[in-house]
Structure formats: structure tokens, C-alpha cells
């Protein structure tokens, strides 16, 4: 996660996140990636079930539950664990999560423990009672997902008419005092929406915008040809840094972000070193505060069943399953050779990789994109779009 608002137009400071000792319980949410300690941020799906047929589904989310989700009981306890161990923000997701049932209960006792409560939703449900009594449980984001204007993100969503749904959704949120912000995937069969979604941004007054880079996972797989390619990548993500800064040069206060490709934090960089930038030198400090790629270290995934993946896009390997033990156990369990190496997956990283001048920013980026895209989970990013030269290498 890069936070192109914070860094490029300098919202942030490096002496920030050392101010709170750079612990993840103490840090406010604005700051969680510049964390020392790495407490994971636990996505939990909490249901299979979902009222959309989304193309780039990572979860490969059905119309149906799956019969061996966790029990109430069973979740509570998770969220009881979690707390615990530290894990500053659960993060409930699905399928659909506000298609489960009990999914008010569970919220109201993340945020009881003092965890910071977060959701990602497609919207369709939150009418306004339901924004009013999820604002009275404390919840404290609300991030909507959308592929485009309405007719790129209902063809997406396989649903007619999701799009106006969403952004009903927004306004439910807004009104009630619920920060609110949306999630948007990058591919080629939308990336020319991302204009109008700065637009749509600027004129409803949302405070946040994450734009995720595709992750070859469930659905998304599928989407793997679809993909930008270098060129392009570096084009729109020049393009969100530009419309960052007419942003806040307007005086509008937007959260903007990149998700799920770390070689945006070097791009963004060099290019204010190219710029003159005098910030330059610290945003690399702050790169490397954060860190790059957190899988299995700061981010982790509970899938329906009580799987524990190294994050939401990893389903196919598990550690173990909360049913059998804590999630605090399994996380800090380096028997499994996995977990082992994913600590410090700088060790392992192949070729380019592993001699990059940036590796320390990010990490090796996204392993289980590498796996899928060539078969070795150790191989270079296929999406790392840096040079050789930018990267050290010439």
C-alpha cells in the first residue's frame, strides 16, 4: 500500500510514525504502514456468499454460503485471539460480508476489544438504517468497490444497476458520518475509467481512493491477459500521482493510494528525485519504514472455513485452521517452511529481484503474482514495471 497523497504531497513526515514509538496498537490509522512491531491486519472472509458475479473475483465468491463457514462462536473467538495477539484492524470481507447475518455482532465485538473495524462491501446493502446502526457500532471504514461508471462496473459486477447501488451506499455513509472511500482494480478493460473516477471522487467529496494493481488470484486469474503492461502501468500511475496533486493543490483533503504492486513507492521516488523534489530523500525513508510486501509478516487472511492464508489472494496454501489452533499461534509458527521464508522473503527472491536497489522498499513485491504467472514463487514480479537501470542493475 503506497500513499501517494501522503508522501508525494507531503502530508507525512518521516518523524510521524517514530512520535507513537512506530507501534502498530498505538499508531493512528493513517500511519499503520509505517509500523516497527508488523501486527498483522487480518482480512477475514467471513462468508463465501455474495449478491454479485464480479469477473476479477479474487475469492471466487458464489451465490451460496459455504456450509463450513464459521460458527458465531467460532468467530467471536477468532476476534478474542486477534485482540489479544495485537492485530491492530480487522477487516471483514467476503463474498458479500453484510450478507451474513450475525455480521453486526461480530463488528460490535472487534470494536468492543478495542480493534479498529473496517469493511469492504459492494455496497448493495447499506441503505440508511443500516449505515446508522453501523456507525452506532463504531465501525470506522467503509471501502466500496467499483470497476468504473456505470456501465463499466455493472458489466463488471455481472448486475445491472450495481452501480447506482454503490454509490446510494456512499451517500448512506456520508450522511451518517461513516468515512467512506472506494476500491478500484486496474486492468485494461477499465483503465480508462480512472479519470472519470477522480471526478467522481472530487465531485461527491469522498475521502479516500485506493487503486488496487490486479493480483492473479481466484477470478482474477482469468484477467491475467488483461493486465497492463509496463508502459501502460507507468503511464496511469504518472496519471494518479498528477491528479493527487490537483487535488490537493485545490485544497481537497482525498486519501489517495496504490494497492498490491510495491514498485510504485521507488517509481514515485525517482520521480520526484527527477523533479527536484527536496522530499525525495525522506519519502525513501519512509518506503523503507513501511517496508514493501507484508504478506504473511503484517497482513494475513482468515478465509470462511478458519483457513489462515499469508494473505486474501494466497487460498490455495494454508498454515493451519483457527479450529484446530489460535491464529496467533499459527502466525508465529515458523516450523512451516513458508511462514519461515516469508519473514524475510528477501533471502529467497530470484534474479532481478534479489539484486535490486529498492528490495528493502518492497520487499520482492507480490509472490504469489510471481507463482502464478511463471510457476516459481521465488521468481522477479512480473509486474514490477522498473528498469534495470532504475533499479540498479545497469
Not at 467460532?74 to 478474542?80: F, K, Q, T
Not at 477470478?219 to 508502459?231: A, F, Q, S, V, Y
Request: glycine share 8%; net charge neutral.
Amino acid at each position: 500500500m503506497i500513499g501517494i497523497s501522503k508522501l508525494y504531497c507531503g502530508t507525512v513526515e518521516a518523524s510521524d510514525p517514530l512520535r507513537y514509538g512506530r507501534r502498530a496498537k498505538d499508531l493512528p490509522s493513517h500511519l499503520l504502514q509505517f509500523s516497527k512491531d508488523k501486527k498483522p491486519v487480518v482480512v477475514w472472509n467471513v462468508t463465501k456468499r455474495c449478491n454479485l458475479r464480479c469477473i476479477h473475483c479474487y475469492a471466487h465468491a458464489t451465490a451460496k454460503a459455504d456450509p463450513d463457514e464459521l460458527t458465531t462462536k467460532e468467530g467471536m473467538a477468532l476476534i478474542e485471539d486477534l485482540a489479544q495477539f495485537g492485530s491492530p484492524v480487522m477487516l471483514f470481507s467476503g463474498g458479500e460480508p453484510l450478507m451474513r447475518e450475525d455480521i453486526l455482532d461480530l463488528i460490535h465485538k472487534a470494536v468492543s476489544l478495542g480493534m479498529r473495524a473496517v469493511i469492504s462491501t459492494n455496497g448493495i446493502l447499506i441503505d440508511r438504517p443500516l449505515a446508522r446502526e453501523l456507525k452506532k457500532l463504531g465501525l470506522s471504514y467503509v471501502g466500496i468497490s467499483i470497476d468504473g461508471l456505470e456501465e463499466v462496473h455493472d458489466k463488471f459486477r455481472g448486475v445491472k444497476g450495481a452501480f447506482a447501488k454503490a454509490m446510494e451506499a456512499v451517500e448512506n455513509c456520508q450522511a451518517e458520518g461513516i468515512k467512506v472511500g472506494l476500491r478500484f482494480t486496474i486492468n485494461r478493460l477499465n483503465a480508462q475509467e480512472i479519470p472519470k473516477v477522480f471526478d467522481l471522487v472530487e465531485e461527491r467529496k469522498i475521502p479516500r481512493i485506493c487503486f488496487y494493481h490486479l493480483v492473479y488470484a481466484g477470478r482474477g486469474t482469468k484477467l491475467m491477459e488483461e493486465d497492463l503492461n509496463h508502459e501502460e502501468t507507468r503511464y496511469w500511475v504518472d496519471y494518479i500521482i498528477d491528479r493527487t496533486k490537483e487535488l490537493h493543490d485545490k485544497g481537497l483533503k482525498v486519501e489517495v493510494l496504490t494497492v498490491d504492486n510495491h514498485a510504485d513507492g521507488p517509481y514515485l521516488y525517482l520521480r520526484m528525485k527527477r523533479e527536484g523534489n527536496p522530499r525525495a530523500e525522506e519519502v525513501l525513508e519512509l518506503l523503507r519504514m513501511n517496508g514493501g510486501n507484508n504478506s504473511g509478516v503484517g497482513i494475513g487472511c482468515v478465509s470462511w472455513d478458519g483457513s489462515v492464508h499469508a494473505d486474501q489472494f494466497w487460498r490455495h496454501y494454508s498454515f493451519g485452521n483457527v479450529r484446530e489452533r489460535p491464529f496467533s499461534e499459527i502466525w508465529m509458527d515458523t516450523s512451516d517452511p513458508l511462514m519461515a521464508k516469508l519473514k524475510e522473503k528477501w533471502k529467497h527472491v530470484k534474479g532481478r529481484c534479489a539484486k535490486c536497489r529498492f528490495l528493502d522498499c518492497c520487499a520482492g513485491n507480490f509472490r504469489v503474482r510471481a507463482e502464478a504467472a511463471t510457476g516459481d514463487l521465488w521468481a522477479p514480479d512480473p509486474a514490477c514495471y522498473l528498469t534495470d537501470e532504475e533499479i540498479g542493475l545497469k
